[in-house]
């Protein structure tokens, strides 16, 4: 069955870095684009970033534009997000999803908290 | 950037018929996903491409688009159906993601 697992969650302070996995099995991960959402405490669904099924093309929300970065390994069938320069406002739960016409399968989340 | 606006809550009696909007301007063009997401887990996707369900998704979840307005109709409410509900939508030609703000289901 689609299984994805998120890991590398922590906490961590203002103006630190960490780097979010997911792992994916289950399906042919190299045929996906895959993303990035994330969940503040208590709040909505925010997107965060889209990686195409080969890696050729990324996009990210204006909010993390500049400090975070998506990318993925087909090998390792592995989705990363790079998130540096993190702030308070970034404290939230991180799922990865997998794409296509809709989100159809997700992470069971990783929880990053950004606090000094 | 888009917006899409959903009402904070909805309450609904067992075996009644929930419905929960999705606001959006001309939201009737693009194609409309809904998810389910119950406290403490990840979300679940119900409806996709306004009106069609992934295999395992009940019946009673249906949805419709038109215009300004598009809407998630749940049929015969069961208690188990309590849950926060997200439309979403692709933006900026098929390149970015866009969530409602979420809607709270209560079952009476």
Known sequence: ?116 | SYVLTQPPSVSVAPGQTARITCGGDNIGSKSVHWYQQKAGQAPVLVVYDDSDRPSGIPERFSGSNSGNTATLTISRVEDGDEADYYCQVWDRGGEYVVFGGGTKLTVL
């Open chain 1, 1 to 116: 069955q689609v299984q994805l697992v998120d890991s590398g969650g922590g906490v961590v302070q203002p103006g630190r870095s960490l780097r979010l996995s997911c792992t994916a099995s289950g399906f042919t991960f190299s045929s996906y684009s895959m993303h990035w959402v994330r969940q503040a405490p208590g709040k909505g669904l925010e997107w965060v970033a889209i990686i195409s099924f080969d890696g050729s093309k990324k996009y990210h929300a204006d909010s993390v534009k500049g400090r975070f970065t998506i990318s993925r390994d087909n090998f390792t069938k592995t989705l990363y997000l790079q998130m540096n320069s993190l702030r308070a406002e970034d404290t939230a739960l991180y799922y990865c999803a997998r794409g296509g016409v809709a989100f159809d399968a997700w992470g069971q989340g990783t929880l990053v908290t950004v606090s000094s």
